[in-house]
Each structure stands twice: as C-alpha cells, then as structure tokens.
C-alpha cells in the first residue's frame, strides 16, 4: 500500500499533537480529614445495653426454637427487665430502648439459627 505525499506528514503530525496532549498534569483533591477521634463512637451505655440485648434475644430465640414454644419475642421475661442496666453508665430510658431493639435482632437470629 503506498501512501501519498499529502498522507504521511498529516499521519506525523497527528500522532506529535495527540502525543503532546497526553502530558498534562493531572490534579486531584487531597482526601477529607479524618473525623475526630470519638466523633462516631457508640456511647458505653448504648453499646453495652446491644451486647445485653443481643446476647439474650439470642439465647432465648434459640431456646424457644428448641423446645417449640413458637415466635414471640415480646412475650420473654429478658425482653421487659432489661437485664444488665447499669446507672452509672447513664439513664434507664435509652437503655431500654437499645436493649430491646438488639433484643429483637438477637432473637430473631437465634430462633431462625437455633
């Protein structure tokens, strides 16, 4: 195949010029900062009343599949109590409301796993 006289300057000349558009710098953002230390970190109460919860919602969902008692969560004494609670960590009502809700997860795990 033989190329024209026109054809093989224009092919030099487009291969430099797309060359040289290939060098430019590329600049990018620095990543955020990160958060503050404690920024995100769980309150002691709140996390000890979701191993608490969890914990018991666990046991009991897997003894209650066991034995064939049945799903019911809210009808278990540990789901009421609360077991665990510790007022030197903090108030009784987010305690609670923790507890219960890891409760709920834990035992539907146990119970479905058990």
């Known amino acids: 195949m033989k190329l024209s006289g026109f054809a093989l300057p ?12 290939a060098s430019h710098t590329a600049y990018y953002a620095p990543p955020p900062p990160p958060p503050p230390v404690g920024y995100n970190s769980v309150p002691p109460l709140i996390a000890r009343a979701d191993h608490e919860g969890f914990r018991a919602g666990s046991e009991d969902g897997a003894r209650d599949a066991y034995n064939g008692f049945g799903y019911h ?8 109590t609360t077991p665990g609670y510790d007022a030197a960590l903090g108030p009784y009502q987010p305690y609670r409301d923790a507890f219960r809700q890891s409760y709920l997860r834990g035992y539907d795990q146990g119970f479905h796993r058990g």
């Open 73 to 80: 969560p809210q009808h278990d004494r540990k789901f009421h």
């Open 10 to 21: 224009l092919i030099a000349a487009t291969c430099i010029f797309t060359a040289g558009c």
